[in-house]
């Protein structure tokens, strides 16, 4: 069954009575040769077992069972369980969880699923919530080596930008913090039906296994400082810090003087090693 050809989607919409929903950023790839790239690239082997989120009717699911010693793949919309039963019935080393991957337990997730063994996530992300699911699966300290996502072009083009660069913004420091980023390949809008107003990127970030800033031993007022900081990323850093963190102007000033930042530095001039200062300066 060719789960890329539209024909082969709709009439599985139709024997299942499916309705297609727009709310859930549902958009399937008619790409052969996306899900493959990605399996591949996103590190699966069968030495690993891999998380996927979001199945569509299970192309990447099938990719990645191909190549993992297991797949499990946590889906939102169980008006899809008819479908992948069919598109899946060749697997017996996938198990789908219907759920809202932002409402489960994830450490349950995978003291259940995966205990004890290498995990890869690999998704095709809706764009609405591509932030928060990255943020969420980096920030739980789960046992991931990678997270290899499609991702909107710009989203990827923010994440994996250079800190330091006017590019860079608060989620690229924060992917920065747990990860190393960088983009595989783009994929372009007709690769999906209906195809999307944008292009995308697959990006994959390899989680670090090891913390990458030690002295950052409170992460949310670390990330507090990198919030007020890029709240108005194109002012300079005195003014939008002094107001959000509620630090004096002038305490402020002899702080980033002592960490070496300009007075008239703006967020995005800084790289990480200066946020990890401030944040020492400031609270440590």
Do not use: W
């Not at 943020?135 to 989203?155: D, F, G, H, K, Y």
């Amino acid at each position: 069954m060719e789960l890329t050809d539209i024909t082969t989607i709709k009439t599985l919409f139709t024997k299942h009575g499916f309705s297609f929903t727009k709310s859930l950023g549902q958009n399937f790839l008619i790409n052969p040769a996306v899900c493959p790239k990605i399996a591949e690239q996103g590190g699966c082997t069968k030495e690993t077992c891999a998380l996927e989120i979001g199945t569509g009717v299970g192309v990447l699911t099938k990719e990645l069972a191909l190549r993992a010693k297991k797949a499990v793949a946590v889906e939102i919309d169980k008006g899809l369980e008819p479908i992948l039963k069919e598109t899946l019935a060749d697997f017996d080393n996938i198990e789908i969880v219907f759920a809202d991957i932002m409402e489960l337990d994830l450490h349950r997730l995978f003291n259940e699923h995966f205990s004890g063994e290498e995990v890869v996530v690999c998704a095709n992300l809706p764009y609405y919530i591509t932030s928060p699911v990255i943020m969420r699966l980096l920030e739980e300290n789960l046992p991931i080596s990678s997270l290899t996502v499609m991702v909107q072009r710009e989203a990827a083009d923010r994440i994996c930008a250079p800190m330091g660069t006017r590019e860079c913004g608060a989620i690229t420091a924060a992917v920065n913090y747990y990860s190393t980023p960088k983009r595989l390949f783009n994929v372009s809008r007709g690769s999906f039906k209906p195809a999307p107003n944008v292009d995308s990127s697959v990006i994959k970030l390899d989680v670090s296994k090891e913390k990458k800033y030690p002295q950052v031993t409170d992460e949310k007022l670390f990330f507090r400082i990198i919030r007020a900081a890029f709240a108005q990323r194109r002012k300079q850093l005195l003014n939008p810090l002094s107001a959000e963190l509620g630090i004096p102007k002038a305490d402020l000033s002899e702080k980033l003087t002592k960490c070496g930042i300009k007075l008239t530095a703006r967020p995005e001039e800084l790289k990480m090693e200066d946020f990890a200062a401030l944040y020492t300066a400031i609270y440590g």
